[in-house]
């Protein structure tokens, strides 16, 4: 999708999308709020969200994923709100949020985590 080089809200909600690819928002530079939830998805790859250094808000509760790759949210320094509600997520060690250091909130309930 060639998405508007303007563009910095996206609303994707209660689609079908089963998986995200590394191109996918590869040309959504200026997208600050990312609404995925209520979809299918299963799959992000690691590199997605790659390009999206002004993404403040992401949104992809209500989903099936089951992993959730560190470099989603690598050195988003502008990332202060993430959603992962009704996963299938568990805590893997891997999953570091400190590495988007101005988060403020996070939200993981209904998901698979049996130890923090």
Aim: glycine share 0%.
């Amino acid at each position: 999708v060639r998405w508007p080089k303007a563009l910095s809200s996206l609303v994707l909600m209660h689609n079908q999308i089963s998986q995200i690819s590394e191109r996918t928002f590869a040309l959504a530079r200026n997208l600050s709020k990312l609404y995925l939830s209520h979809n299918n998805i299963a799959y992000i790859d690691p590199n997605a969200f790659k390009h999206l250094q002004y993404l403040s808000t992401l949104q992809i509760e209500f989903n099936r994923l089951s992993s959730f790759a560190p470099t989603l949210i690598e050195n988003k320094t502008s990332l202060t709100i993430i959603h992962l509600s009704e996963n299938q997520l568990d805590l893997d060690p891997e999953i570091r949020f400190s590495r988007a250091p101005n988060v403020k909130e996070i939200h993981l309930d209904q998901n698979r985590i049996t130890a923090i």
